[in-house]
T-cell receptor, first 114, second 113 residues
């Protein structure tokens, strides 16, 4: 049972445009959500997170939106740069239940074309 | 600030052997988690340690075990290795109090021949 789903295996955008990566979850106990970026041969790098008490969090070019009723979150990257090309993972945690484990989606490969 | 350090980076073993992987967390972080990444299953949670105690465990067989030392460094052990254990093993650390991101090392690539 996949509790965190990233339905788009890949996404291709032009440099300077917006990249929108989507993630859906099924477990209503999740209360903390994160996005990670991963390059080949490296570990995931933390990008941005959001608590379930918020619906938006912004950090520079990265914004995460959370729609709790739809159990959906998205990551917006504006403007997209070629260096953003990587695999992006959505992850969720039930920190309120002292369940300190991350459940990951399968990832979306983002390619930003110059 | 030094990141999460995992050793070794690469390891080749044969079926039936055992292996120990090491993880040094970010200074001050008391929680260490381990994950397995494979092409088919993605990133899957193995277990999490906080102050030398295992707080959470994923759905892996008992051949997978771990421990944490008083300085928060952690080791993961896999016994009686199987071909299917070939994977990237990732360690992550965090302060451990919830609503704080886990930070990952670059992993140990384990290949079973």
């Amino acid at each position: 049972d996949q509790q965190v789903k990233q339905n788009s295996p890949s996404l291709s955008v032009q440099e300077g445009r917006i990249s929108i990566l989507n993630c859906d979850y099924t477990n209503s106990m999740f209360d903390y959500f994160l996005w990670y970026k991963k390059y080949p041969a490296e570990g995931p790098t933390f990008l941005i997170s959001i608590s379930s008490i918020k619906d938006k969090n912004e950090d520079g070019r990265f914004t995460v939106f959370l729609n709790k009723s739809a159990k959906h979150l998205s990551l917006h990257i504006v403007p997209s740069q070629p260096g953003d090309s990587a695999v992006y993972f959505c992850a969720a945690e039930n920190s309120g239940g002292s369940n300190y484990k991350l459940t990951f989606g399968k990832g979306t490969l983002l390619t930003v074309n110059p | 600030k030094a990141g999460v350090t995992q050793t070794p980076r690469y390891l080749i073993k044969t079926r039936g052997q055992q292996v120990t992987l090491s993880c040094s967390p970010i200074s001050g972080h008391r929680s260490v988690s381990w994950y397995q990444q494979t092409p088919g299953q993605g990133l899957q949670f193995l277990f999490e340690y906080f102050s030398e105690t295992q707080r959470n465990k994923g759905n892996f067989p008992g051949r997978f075990s771990g421990r944490q030392f008083s300085n928060s460094r952690s080791e993961m052990n896999v016994s009686t290795l199987e071909l299917g254990d070939s994977a990237l093993y990732l360690c992550a650390s965090s302060p451990g109090n919830g609503n704080q991101p886990q930070h990952f090392g670059d992993g140990t690539r384990l290949s079973i021949l």
